[in-house]
T-cell receptor
């Protein structure tokens, strides 16, 4: 069964450094998402992406964050200048075309980001 | 702002019995609801969903019930199996597609 794959599984970065988290969504999917889960807290929506542009973003997704689909297969999340509070598990998800309720989002196994 | 609430952090059930996981929501504009299952070190895995225009959806051992007037949904697993032990997340979605998650309920199914 097709899967969403995320790399790396664990990323350790110094505060203030840039980090890029990578995702390969399922190939026929058209909608892409990033979520994060801070330890002990809820899974929180960050951003959704469709047709090569952001379709919705949350308050968390400020100017330090950006997303890109550079080559038609990868979907990346960049954090420009990381802060301690960016430490979390970051999940990528994708869903196929069709009404959202009939097409559930499929999640990758996440990248654990640790900011030192 | 807890738009989706799972008030039970944990649930323990004997193998073969029914597991009932509950979820409440506050926003009547949600179009659909989903249940995800999560094992440690893995991402959420989709289990079952229900549209806001339905009150029940069944898939094998899993049934989701939606009570719109009470803004409440539940996931029934019957019979429960030890492999069902995981954290279960309720999520709600609207027209924009982003999901709002509850905090999760850790289900333990004892042999």
């Amino acid at each position: 069964e097709p899967e969403v794959t995320q790399t790396p599984s664990h990323q350790v970065t110094q505060m203030g450094q840039e980090v890029i988290l990578r995702c390969v969504p399922i190939s026929n999917h058209l909608y892409f998402y990033w979520y994060r889960q801070i330890l002990g807290q809820k899974v929180e929506f960050l951003v959704s992406f469709y047709n090569n542009e952001i379709s919705e973003k949350s308050e968390i997704f400020d100017d330090q964050f950006s997303v890109e689909r550079p080559d038609g297969s990868n979907f990346t999340l960049k954090i420009r200048s990381t802060k301690l509070e960016d430490s979390a598990m970051y999940f990528c998800a994708s869903s196929p075309p069709g009404p959202r309720g009939n097409q559930p989002q499929h999640f990758g196994d996440g990248t654990r980001l640790s900011i030192l | 702002d807890q738009q989706v609430k799972q008030n039970s952090p944990s649930l323990s059930v004997q193998e073969g019995r029914i597991s009932i996981l509950n979820c409440d929501y506050t926003n009547s504009m949600f179009d659909y609801f989903l249940w995800y299952k999560k094992y440690p070190a893995e991402g959420p895995t989709f289990l079952i969903s229900i549209s806001s225009i339905k009150d029940k959806n069944e898939d094998g051992r899993f049934t989701v019930f939606l009570n719109k007037s009470a803004k409440h949904l539940s996931l029934h697993i019957v019979p429960s199996q030890p492999g069902d032990s995981a954290v279960y997340f309720c999520a709600a979605g609207g027209s924009q597609g982003n999901l709002i998650f509850g905090k999760g309920t850790k289900l333990s199914v004892k042999p």
